[in-house]
């Protein structure tokens, strides 16, 4: 359930806010290029405008008219040097028109708008005049709007994360009620069966040694079998359910690891298999120490049960800068890949024509176990196969 509601937040949150962020891009492109074609329209209208009359009373009458909202100056040049500027507009202090014209002569460029994010003045070069337009403002203009765009594009994503949140709860909450009830049904149901299983097994022990022995045997078997499925149904739905943090106390991981490989030690000589040991002393490590315990029991007893003849499982256990990496290494036949993430799974089998009742086989409820528990100490599990050997690897945060 935790996958689905992280896919649906996700899905939610990326959609809405690629719409926004869609949206307040296409506003600052609009508004640059209205800027853009502003400064152009009026370096081209100062070059439609300029009189050919040369008489003084027309040229007294250009030189005189006002541009509005943009600062504008006309370059007079004569013999390629700087005749007279004459400004259209209110002159700003700052804004070095000598300067600036004296770098637009030399500029092999007729024309130059440029960047207005960054560029300081635009110009339009003649072969007598220069129209150059100082375009600080609107470098101010544009960059106070793609701040202000930052800014509400951050308060709006904290606003979209809240909303995305509330949906994907109303999204899923159907699917977590079924979930949540399919749990009660487990764990009710296997509370159910531990009585009446209990009676089988108990009359089963009054009735051996008579004549019916193999029969007796049989329910013996299939009854312990099915004991061992309901316990682990309990199990799984108790670590699903999450575990009270307050459980959880500082042990040496380090001891459990290695009375559980020693404990496995005899299991492992009856098959024909040995088990070593890398572990590092001394390890430490917030826990419920009977999850941890059970994580490596799961793990080295699949090892075993799928480790060729002759062949020795390994066992690693190092801590690094922020995690304790634990890995369960045997020789045997390779997972294949598309199963390396399904095997974890409940009651997922990897050769699915395997008769149920083979007991060698396992429950198909180990791996989903283990899972759990990893999950609920805030860590990793992952399964691989290469080179003729399995890996299991644990890492705990």
């Known amino acids: 359930m935790k996958k689905l509601n992280r896919k649906t937040f996700f899905t939610i949150f990326l959609l809405i806010?690629?719409?926004?962020?869609?949206?307040?891009?296409?506003?600052?492109?609009?508004?640059?290029?209205?800027?853009?074609?502003?400064?152009?329209?009026?370096?081209?209208?100062i070059n439609r405008m300029m009189p050919e009359d040369r008489s003084d009373h027309i040229h007294k009458e250009f030189d005189n008219m006002i541009i509005m909202d943009y600062e504008v100056y006309t370059v007079y040049l004569n013999n390629n040097e700087i005749d007279k500027i004459v400004s259209h507009s209110n002159s700003t202090s700052d804004f070095n028109i000598d300067s600036i014209a004296n770098q637009v002569l030399k500029s092999s460029k007729s024309t130059s708008i440029g960047n207005l994010y960054i560029n300081k003045y635009s110009y339009n070069k003649m072969t007598n005049t220069i129209v150059i337009i100082n375009t600080k403002n609107i470098n101010s203009k544009l960059t106070k709007l793609l701040v202000i765009s930052a800014i509400?594009?951050?308060?709006?994503?904290?606003?979209?994360?809240?909303?995305?949140?509330?949906?994907?709860?109303?999204?899923?909450?159907?699917?977590?009620?079924?979930?949540?009830?399919?749990?009660e049904f487990i764990a009710d149901a296997s509370h159910e069966l531990k009585t009446p299983l209990s009676i089988i097994m108990a009359s089963s022990d009054e009735l051996s040694g008579t004549s019916n022995q193999k029969y007796i045997d049989n329910i013996k078997y299939e009854s312990d079998r099915m004991n061992k499925l309901i316990t682990n149904l309990l199990d799984l739905s108790k670590l699903e359910n999450g575990i009270n943090k307050q459980l959880y106390k500082n042990e040496n991981i380090s001891k459990i690891v290695n009375k559980?490989?020693?404990?496995?030690?005899?299991?492992?000589?009856?098959?024909s298999v040995g088990i070593d040991t890398d572990i590092e002393d001394d390890i430490n490590y917030k826990c419920i120490k009977e999850d941890i315990e059970?994580?490596?029991?799961?793990l080295i007893d699949n090892a075993v049960k799928h480790s060729y003849?002759?062949?020795?499982?390994?066992?690693?256990?190092?801590?690094?800068?922020?995690?304790?990496?634990?890995?369960?290494?045997?020789?045997?036949?390779?997972?294949?890949?598309?199963?390396?993430?399904?095997?974890?799974?409940?009651f997922y089998r990897v050769d699915k024509s395997r008769n149920r009742s083979d007991n060698r086989y396992g429950l198909g409820l180990g791996l989903a176990i283990a899972k759990s528990i990893v999950i609920n100490h805030n860590g990793s599990i992952e399964a691989t196969s290469s080179s003729g050997k399995t890996v299991f690897k644990v890492v705990l945060k």
């Not at 059970?294 to 799961?298: A, E, F, N, V």
């Not at 922020?322 to 369960?328: R, T």
């Open 17 to 45: 806010s690629a719409f926004l962020i869609v949206g307040i891009v296409l506003y600052n492109v609009q508004n640059y290029k209205r800027e853009y074609d502003n400064v152009e329209r009026n370096l081209n209208k």
């Open 294 to 298: 059970k994580l490596l029991s799961i």
């Open 309 to 346: 003849k002759d062949t020795n499982i390994k066992v690693i256990m190092h801590k690094k800068k922020n995690s304790i990496n634990i890995e369960v290494i045997n020789s045997g036949d390779a997972i294949k890949k598309e199963d390396e993430k399904k095997i974890f799974e409940r």
């Open 152 to 183: 509400l594009l951050v308060l709006l994503e904290v606003i979209i994360y809240f909303i995305s949140k509330l949906i994907t709860d109303w999204i899923t909450k159907p699917a977590h009620d079924s979930f949540k009830k399919q749990k």
């Open 260 to 271: 559980i490989c020693l404990t496995f030690e005899s299991v492992a000589y009856e098959k």
